[in-house]
Each structure stands twice: as structure tokens, then as C-alpha cells.
T-cell receptor, first 113, second 114 residues
Framework: GENVEQHPSTLSVQEGDSAVIKCTYS??????FPWYKQELGKGPQLIID?????GEKKDQRIAVTLNKTAKHFSLHITETQPEDSAVYFC????????????FGTGTRLTVIP | DSGVTQTPKHLITATGQRVTLRCSPR?????VYWYQQSLDQGLQFLIQ???????AKGNILERFSAQQFPDLHSELNLSSLELGDSALYFC?????????????FGQGTRLTVV
């Protein structure tokens, strides 16, 4: 099945700086890549997603890029704010799999005021 | 608030026991997914129901079962509980049956097996 690797596991940035989280996937048939933000005591919240027919997608301070050839995708957060502090998960969906989300292991982002 | 409701929020039970976790999807969502989140395994897909029928099955143990009722709420039953079953259990819902569509997660049920 699909295997998603996520790096780094922890990331600390100064407020206002950018943060980048990277993921790789193994199944070249995977075609949907969402990113989730999980705050303490809450469930994962979808923040942005990208499909395999698109190379980049942006939503205000958040952007995601996808490189299908290299099988990796990245989350970029610009002008970080303390409220961006959370655990971020990438995920991939493979149509050849069991129709489920394969999650990365998460990145704990801390934005230092 | 995602609109997905899970009860209870916390559950403490002994090994060997059986528990039921409940999930109410967002209004209008027909698809319900169950996930387990543990420190060593991360977020793992367990099972999906769509409009009352099982649609996909992931890493769900035989001791676990689920169902979706006519009113679309879902229950996850965990039996013969072991210490290793201690985890956060999340329910998510979406309108369509395909997983490559926006899914909304509930706040989870924290299960502690002692």
C-alpha cells in the first residue's frame, strides 16, 4: 500500500518567518493530497488540499506544491503567527488502495512570538 | 466546530471490557470514517461506511466492528480491550463516498484501557 513520509518531525520558527513541511509518497497512482492541522485536544482540520493534475495551490498564507515525478509534496506557511502552532499532517490517497487516507507521521510546528 | 459530534470525549475502562463510541456526521454527509490515533502508529484508517453500507476497510482488528444506522450516525464497537487499544479515536464525515473529497473530523474520543 501507500507509504507517506513526513519531515521534519518538529519545527520551530520565529513569528513572521516561513515554515516548510515536506512529504514523500510511494504510490505513483496517488492522486489527492490533503494537509491537516491538529491543535491540542482537537481533531484534524483540513487546511488545504491538492490534486494530481495541479502543481501548486495557494490559499492566503498557505500554499502546497506537488512534484509528481519526484513523488513529493510540500506545505508552505508564510508570515507565521503564534496561532499557526499545531501538529500538521500530510496525507495521500491512492485509488489502488483501500480508498483511505494514508497519513504522514506529523510535524509539530512551534511559532515563537 | 467541524459539525461532526463524537461521544463520549473520554472513556476509561479495564482490559477485557467492551465499549461503544458514537459519531454523528455533519448534516447532509452520508459517508463516515473511523480513524485511530496512537503515539506509535500515528493516524490509521479503520473503516468507512457510506449511506449505511460498509465501503472500505483498513487496519481494523477483528475485535473491532462498526455500523452506520438509518439516521446516518455511526458506532464503533471495541471488544476484548487490551492496553494497546488505548488511543484517540476519530470519526470523520464527507458528502461523497470517495475519500479524495473534503472530510471533516470530530474532536475524538480518548480511550484509556487500564
Amino acid at each position: 500500500g501507500e507509504n507517506v513520509e513526513q519531515h521534519p518531525s518538529t519545527l520551530s520558527v520565529q513569528e513572521g518567518d516561513s515554515a516548510v513541511i515536506k512529504c514523500t509518497y510511494s504510490d505513483s497512482a496517488s492522486n489527492y493530497f490533503p494537509w491537516y492541522k491538529q491543535e491540542l485536544g482537537k481533531g484534524p482540520q483540513l487546511i488545504i488540499d491538492i490534486r494530481s493534475n495541479v502543481g501548486e495551490k495557494k490559499d492566503q498564507r498557505i500554499a502546497v506544491t506537488l512534484n509528481k515525478t519526484a513523488k513529493h509534496f510540500s506545505l508552505h506557511i508564510t508570515e507565521t503567527q503564534p496561532e499557526d502552532s499545531a501538529v500538521y499532517f500530510c496525507a495521500a490517497v491512492s485509488p489502488t488502495g483501500a480508498n483511505n487516507l494514508f497519513f504522514g507521521t506529523g510535524t509539530r510546528l512551534t511559532v515563537i512570538p | 466546530d467541524s459539525g461532526v459530534t463524537q461521544t463520549p470525549k473520554h472513556l476509561i475502562t479495564a482490559t477485557g471490557q467492551r465499549v461503544t463510541l458514537r459519531c454523528s456526521p455533519r448534516s447532509g454527509d452520508l459517508s463516515v470514517y473511523w480513524y485511530q490515533q496512537s503515539l506509535d502508529q500515528g493516524l490509521q484508517f479503520l473503516i468507512q461506511y457510506y449511506n449505511g453500507e460498509e465501503r472500505a476497510k483498513g487496519n481494523i482488528l477483528e475485535r473491532f466492528s462498526a455500523q452506520q444506522f438509518p439516521d446516518l450516525h455511526s458506532e464503533l464497537n471495541l471488544s476484548s480491550l487490551e492496553l494497546g487499544d488505548s488511543a484517540l479515536y476519530f470519526c470523520a464525515s464527507s458528502v461523497r463516498p470517495e475519500i479524495n473529497t473534503e472530510a471533516f473530523f470530530g474532536q475524538g474520543t480518548r480511550l484509556t484501557v487500564v
